[in-house]
């Protein structure tokens, strides 16, 4: 099993729609979490983080941690094409990373 | 916010050259720095864990002695890919926490490297 598990996709979401992007963990003592995007090219840029159970908001973005389900989520509202990325989920204790998931908004 | 700041952006080299990519994180102290590589299309890979004034920990199926990493203080990292092959094409970036274990990632812009 991966240490930390996501959907390859592409997910593909019309604009102004949410999209949900998940990710599954193994290691149940992490403690930290978090999503990076990632365009074409271009270095992981850190959208959010996340420590405790529950849901986290953040402008259009919302993550959301269930330890005892050990996974992450992440929400993101009225989509625009502008979310077109890789979104990389991101868990440590030790620094690993899923495979990321790429969104395609949909004008 | 914390800024990691990576040179050079872009490198072309010859077979059998090496290449040195620094990094440095512009407004804090690491004690610790990451190295990862990223093929096209492909997820991010850990390479090694720069530590400041200390050997560093190579991830496993990374050769220490062709990538070559150097933290001489807490504001920079070097790694140098020696001898570099045309396989050694990839996009390497660097990554710095500001703060404890459990605090993000800050990530330079990246090099993509070229050997030809």
């Known amino acids: 099993q991966k240490e930390v598990e996501q959907n390859s996709g592409p997910l593909s979401v019309p604009e102004g729609a949410i999209a949900s992007l998940n990710c599954t963990y193994s290691d149940r003592g992490s403690q930290s979490f978090f999503w990076y995007r990632q365009y074409s090219g271009k270095s992981p840029e850190l959208i959010m983080f996340?420590?405790?159970?529950g849901d986290k908001e953040d402008g259009r973005f919302t993550a959301q941690l269930n330890k005892a389900s050990q996974y992450v989520s992440l929400l993101i509202r009225d989509s625009q094409p502008s979310d077109s990325a890789t979104y990389l989920c991101?868990?440590?204790?030790?620094?690993?990373f899923g495979t990321g998931t790429k969104l395609q908004v949909i004008p | 916010g914390a800024v990691v700041s990576q040179h050079p952006s872009r490198v072309i080299c010859k077979s059998g050259t090496s290449v040195k990519i620094e990094c440095r994180s512009l407004d804090f102290q690491a004690t610790t720095m990451f190295w990862y590589r990223q093929f096209p299309k492909q997820s991010l890979m850990l390479m090694a864990t720069s530590n400041e004034g200390s050997k560093a920990t190579y991830e496993q199926g990374v050769e220490k002695d062709k990538f070559l990493i150097n933290h001489a203080s807490l504001t920079l990292s070097t790694l140098t890919v020696t001898s570099a092959h045309p396989e050694d094409s990839s996009f390497y970036i660097c990554s710095a926490r500001d703060g404890g274990e459990g605090s993000p990632l800050h990530f330079g812009n990246g090099t993509r490297l070229t050997v030809t």
């Open positions: 991101a868990v440590w204790q030790k620094v690993t």
């Open positions: 996340i420590y405790s159970n």
